[in-house]
């Protein structure tokens, strides 16, 4: 039997759940201030896959890949914009041999950030932003994605033109999430002015198959993001790659305050709001993920 889309699978009643921080793991692997992260794929494909591998024995259905600052306006910085293919293409294949030893249906949702281009400030022209996106996501494909998750967004152009390119030269699901900071006002908004309401109409209107937020929170603020996101799309499902907690900086060194516990316990309130994926960010471990997929299983 083929396996299912994750909208398949979500719309069939399940609530599932993704993986967790990549930079965080990178790091303690070994990773300097400085390194290129997505250039670890090929040069240290083994420490890449085996993060994979511990979010899906942690219980994760889905995980990324080491694929963030992937396009080539992010590689041309170290040097390595001609190698945006194949820097792709292996990262997603480290995850997908990953979700293939896994038991079970596994997914591969291939990351991909923001550019670091302003449209608004004249950075770059939308053509050039559809093609660095289509350049990367058709690699992703290639090297065995089944998803593509445009990620940690603010500005509505940009999302909308990677959703476009991914949609218009692959045959991947699509997930496209914000990163929204609440205002002094007590409602959401992304550095770019984008609300949760914006964010989800704009990206369904692209094409997106999964719309969501990630990053810049802890669960709690998300289920308030959520709440709003589902009011606005009352049928599309919702991911929700939380942080653990807002960040604190102890000696220099940002740290997340919530436990897997702590974010367990939160779960619930995340469900209940409408996210039908749920997984982590920013400060999130492999016992963040298990202690979250412990608490949908319940």
Not at 95 to 101: D, R, T, W
Not at 168 to 177: C, P, W
Not at 220 to 225: A, C, G, T, V
Request: hydrophobic share 40%; with cysteine.
């Amino acid at each position: 039997m083929a396996k299912q889309t994750i909208v398949e699978a979500v719309k069939s009643g399940r609530v599932l759940i993704s993986d967790g921080a990549w930079g965080t793991f990178l790091q303690k692997k070994g990773m300097k201030t400085g390194e290129c992260p997505e250039l670890w794929a090929v040069e240290r494909p083994a420490d890449v896959k085996e993060i994979a591998q511990a979010y899906f024995a942690a219980g994760a259905d889905m995980v990324e890949s080491d694929t963030f600052g992937g396009t080539s306006f992010k590689l041309e910085h170290y040097g390595l914009k001609d190698r945006v293919a194949e820097i792709n293409e292996t990262a997603a294949r480290l995850s997908a041999e990953a979700a293939a030893e896994a038991e079970g249906d596994k997914w591969v949702i291939a990351s991909v950030g923001p550019t670091g281009k302003m449209l608004v400030m004249g950075d770059v022209t939308e053509e050039e932003l559809y093609e660095a996106f289509k350049e990367q996501i058709v690699a992703l494909e290639k090297g065995g994605a089944d998803a593509v998750c445009i990620e940690t967004m603010s500005d509505i152009e940009e999302a909308s033109l990677a959703v476009k390119a991914a949609k218009e030269n692959t045959g991947l699901e699509v997930i496209a999430t914000f990163t929204f900071e609440k205002t002094v006002k007590g409602d959401y908004r992304t550095m770019m002015g984008v609300s949760p309401e914006m964010a989800a109409e704009a990206m369904i209107e692209a094409g997106a198959d999964i719309i969501g937020t990630n990053c810049g929170n802890g669960i709690e603020r998300m289920i308030d993001i959520v709440k709003v996101m589902r009011g606005a799309a009352p049928e599309t499902p919702i991911l929700v790659h939380a942080n653990a907690g807002l960040p604190k900086n102890i000696n220099g060194v940002d740290t997340f305050p919530e436990s897997p516990e702590d974010m367990a316990r939160q779960v619930g309130g995340l469900v209940e709001a409408g996210a039908n994926i749920i997984g982590g960010c920013c400060g999130t471990t492999p016992d963040h993920i298990n202690a979250m997929k412990n608490a949908v299983s319940v």
